[in-house]
């Protein structure tokens, strides 16, 4: 297995961690990387605009994923409207325990 540490690209979060995973050799492509990276992330492949080797490198094809080594850090870099959809903060009438009622109350 290849260990790779992967994380979706997001300047705006302070924390944004990488998670670990595993791919079989026998398998490095381009399309098993895009998948096993969207699925412990949980991300729908579709809203990935590239998969980047950090720093400044874009992977494009499966000679670019054969070539990657243990622990190296890779970012998905996802579509602009998706980024904004994935990580908006919810508004106070989305979040748990809002009281709608509550709200509406006057004294």
């Known amino acids: 297995e290849l260990v790779l540490k992967v994380r979706i690209q997001t300047p705006n979060l302070r924390e944004n961690d990488f998670i670990e995973i595993e791919l079989d050799r026998q398998e490095l492509t381009y399309k098993e990387l895009l998948r096993v990276s969207c699925h ?3 991300v729908n492949p579709e809203h990935v605009q590239k ?3 950090l720093p400044n490198t874009m992977l ?5 994923v054969a070539r990657l080594q243990d622990f190296q850090e890779l970012e998905l870099v996802l579509t602009v ?3 904004n959809l994935f990580f908006r903060v919810p508004t106070l009438s989305e ?3 809002y009281n709608k009622k509550a709200s509406e109350l006057t004294y």
Request: glycine share 12%; charged share 60%; aromatic share 0%.
């Open 40 to 42: 412990e992330l949980g």
């Open 51 to 53: 998969i980047r080797k």
């Open 60 to 64: 494009r094809k499966d000679k670019d």
């Open 81 to 83: 409207s998706d980024k």
């Open 95 to 97: 979040q748990s325990g």
